[in-house]
C-alpha cells in the first residue's frame, strides 16, 4: 500500500508561504518564488505553464469521482487550529459526534450544519454566548 503524505500549507504573507510540520513547527516552502512574474502573467499563461508541469497535472473526472470530501466540521475545526477535544469541549458537542462527522460515519443533521456555519462565521461570539450564564426571566 502506497503511503500518502498531506502537506498542510499556510500563506503568511504576500510572498511567503510555510508548511506545517506534524510536530507544530513551520517550514518555507516557498522563498524561490518569483510572485512578481506570477502576477505579471495573464490567466492563459498561468495555465499554460500549469499544464506543462508533469507532476501537477488536473484530476480526471474519474479521479475526481473517487475522491472523498474534507468533512466541513474537520475543515473548520483544523482552520480554528483546534484538537478534537478542545474544539468538542469549546462548542459543547459530544466528542463521539465530532468524531463520526469527521470520519465520515455520519453528517451533522441541519441543525448542527447550521450550528457550524454559526461557529465558522463567528467563533469567539459562539465561545462568548456558551460561555455566558444563562439570565433567569422573573
Same mark, same amino acid.
Given at each position: 500500500m502506497k503511503k500518502q503524505s498531506i502537506i498542510v500549507a499556510r500563506r503568511l504573507s504576500k510572498k511567503t508561504i510555510v508548511a506545517e510540520q506534524s510536530d507544530g513547527t513551520?517550514?518555507?516552502?516557498?522563498?524561490?518564488?518569483?510572485?512578481?512574474r506570477l502576477q505579471a502573467m495573464s490567466d492563459e499563461e498561468v495555465?499554460?505553464?500549469?499544464m506543462s508541469d508533469p507532476d501537477a497535472q488536473p484530476?480526471? #473526472?474519474? =479521479?475526481?469521482?473517487?475522491?472523498?470530501?474534507?468533512?466541513? +466540521?474537520?475543515?473548520?475545526?483544523?482552520a480554528l487550529g483546534l484538537a478534537q477535544e478542545e474544539f468538542a469541549a469549546r462548542y459543547q458537542i459530544p466528542i463521539g459526534t465530532l468524531r463520526d462527522w469527521e470520519q465520515g460515519r455520519?453528517? #451533522?443533521? =441541519?441543525p448542527a450544519r447550521a450550528y457550524l456555519k454559526?461557529? +465558522?462565521?463567528?467563533?469567539?461570539?459562539?465561545?462568548?454566548?456558551l460561555a455566558a450564564k444563562p439570565v433567569v426571566a422573573r
Open positions: 513551520t517550514k518555507l516552502i516557498s522563498a524561490a518564488m518569483d510572485w512578481d495555465t499554460a505553464a500549469a484530476l480526471s #473526472p474519474e =479521479q475526481l469521482r473517487t475522491m472523498r470530501r474534507v468533512p466541513l +466540521a474537520k475543515t473548520l475545526r483544523r455520519c453528517e #451533522p443533521d =441541519q454559526v461557529i +465558522a462565521h463567528d467563533p469567539e461570539g459562539v465561545q462568548q454566548a
